[in-house]
């Protein structure tokens, strides 16, 4: 990443979208955050010359007309697409928007054919691996993190990154790749078979009860452990240990992880304190529903009643793999941060260090400095992105962020450079349309948060709206009276937490944080995915 390089959307005509790294990074990256991941992504190519994910103003975009370009080479229809991108990249793409394709022809694409079998390949066997990973994996970050910190001489960094940390990382993220198809594609198909067998209500109540006694999804792990801590129930430590690397910025590594504040814990259960919340009665709440649903289902479809339960607790089983492999990757990626930071210290750059590319630090801890050069530019374009609102999660054509900001008749939900559009062009002034995330419906006020840090806001009973969540904002769902999110689908954290807990939500707005603020008065139904607009603040 030499200056000015932030904005791949400038490559070509191409389709973007950040649904799928939406909910995982909701931070501008720093170079070193940014190319960790297109390194560690590098072998996840679908179309050869063409990286699969960009970088659009320090923020991670899929190119979806790779997508779109492949699926049309292989014969497949639109409407395939769009099942595949909502079921696993949790992307719902607007009615009639285009898609450009890629302009190779199906013949160039054969020789891509070993490659894509190959991929698929990894992700069956990471999922076949996935026990033994989990298992083993915090073990090894402990041991890892220990061998950073002994680490005397560059040398020793470099081989250890070569011998160690390179060949674990490339290898584990096949384990949250193969999860994620495995769980999703599964969970979709059932989903939208029972919507029409029984409806959305009892659909989202009899795919909902994630956690039974077989284990605990791994998104409501912290909040479940934190409430056993403030009973005594478990050990600080313990938690630490299993939770700590959990946070709000769990893919930019120059962020520190929640451990790595001694006062973090503290602060956690001071809130759960001013604030409390019973989890353990939503869940119960939650397993009553699906109990009622589950006999209304055999009732009306006996038939049917014994293979859809074995299905039913087959997509329980996947998404606590899914959720547990997402919850060890992150901390493999607390390991890159340790490694930056003992590389920071080491060439005496500090945290300098996050402004280098991968290839840079690896470069300077060699001997080769010339890549410092390039640090001031790319902190002064780095913070000046970082000022700017979250920015669209679907883009077409050239983006430029520093003029869509500037824009007061900005979209935040569509950019198409062939297209200009503007909130003011909606036919729906008193509605929003995303995807149902969680069957129910209820009225209240909005209480808008850009952030988790300031969930301390969030009255019980307000409805919360979000551009995205992630695991941090799972403390904040048990106030909430209901969930609204820009970026979201289905079988996204917001809508797989809210169900759990039995929250209504509604999820992939587009743009309810720009048209609603604090004090608005809306009515969610999450079942059809609709937030109506009663009164303004």
């Avoid at 607007?94 to 898609?99: V, Y």
């Avoid at 659909?203 to 998104?219: F, K, P, Q, T």
């Avoid at 640090?375 to 430029?400: C, K, M, N, T, V």
Wanted: hydrophobic share 40%.
């Amino acid at each position: 990443m030499m200056d000015g390089e932030w904005n791949d959307s400038l490559t070509g005509d191409y389709l973007w979208s950040n649904v799928n790294f939406g909910e995982a990074v909701s931070d501008v990256m720093t170079p070193l955050a940014w190319t960790v991941l297109r390194f560690i992504l590098g072998e996840w190519v679908f179309l050869p010359g063409y990286h699969t994910c960009g970088n659009i103003g320090g923020r991670p975009y899929l190119n979806m007309s790779i997508f779109a370009t492949v699926f049309h080479a292989m014969g497949k229809s639109r409407q395939d697409l769009l099942h595949t991108v909502e079921s696993t990249l949790y992307m719902r793409l607007p009615e009639g928007m285009d898609i450009p394709l890629i302009p190779v022809s199906r013949w160039s694409l054969l020789p891509a054919l070993p490659h894509l079998i190959g991929m698929e390949i990894k992700q069956k066997r990471a999922v076949k691996s996935l026990p033994a990973y989990l298992a083993a994996n915090p073990a090894w970050c402990r041991r890892i993190r220990q061998q950073i910190q002994e680490m005397d001489t560059q040398a020793e960094l470099i081989s250890l990154w070569v011998e160690e940390i390179r060949p674990h990382v490339t290898g584990s993220v096949w384990a949250i790749l193969g999860s994620a198809s495995y769980s999703a594609d599964y969970a979709f198909q059932l989903r939208r078979e029972l919507r029409e067998l029984v409806g959305p209500d009892d659909a989202d109540a009899l795919i909902s009860n994630l956690s039974d006694s077989s284990g605990l999804l791994a998104s409501l792990g912290p909040v479940v452990g934190l409430a056993k801590v403030a009973r005594g129930e478990m050990d600080r430590a313990a938690y630490v240990e299993q939770y700590g690397h959990r946070g709000p910025h769990e893919f930019e590594l120059s962020i520190p992880r929640p451990a790595e504040d001694p006062d973090w814990l503290d602060g956690q259960l001071a809130r759960l304190t001013e604030s409390p919340v019973d989890v353990e009665a939503l869940l119960a709440k939650r397993r009553a529903g699906f109990d009622a649903a589950w006999q209304r289902f055999q009732v009306r479809h006996p038939r049917q009643a014994r293979a859809t339960r074995r299905r039913i607790d087959e997509v329980a089983r996947r998404a606590r793999l899914r959720e547990a492999a997402r919850s060890e990757y992150v901390r493999d990626r607390w390991i890159l941060r340790a490694f930056a930071l003992r590389a920071g210290e080491l060439t005496g750059l500090g945290g300098d260090i996050f402004f280098l590319t991968l290839d840079e630090v690896l470069d300077v801890l060699s001997g080769n400095e010339a890549a410092i050069n390039y640090i001031l530019a790319r902190q002064e374009a780095y913070h000046q992105y970082s000022a700017l609102p979250p920015y669209p999660s679907i883009i077409r054509g050239r983006f430029d962020p520093l003029q869509w900001a500037k824009d007061p008749n900005r979209r935040s939900d569509i950019f198409d450079s062939h297209a200009p559009t503007s909130d003011a062009d909606r036919v729906t002034p008193d509605a929003i349309a995303g995807s149902p995330g969680s069957a129910g419906r209820v009225e209240g006020v909005v209480r808008r948060l850009d952030r988790p840090e300031d969930g301390d806001r969030l009255q019980e009973g307000e409805i919360l709206v979000t551009v995205q969540t992630d695991i941090a904002w799972t403390l904040l769902f048990p106030r909430a009276a209901a969930i609204v999110t820009d970026v979201g689908a289905p079988l996204s954290h917001a809508a797989i937490v809210a169900r759990e807990l039995g929250i209504p939500a509604v999820v992939g707005c587009r743009n309810a944080t720009m048209r609603l603020q604090t004090g608005d008065w809306v009515r969610v139904d999450g079942g059809r995915g609709i937030v109506e607009i009663l009164g303004a603040s």
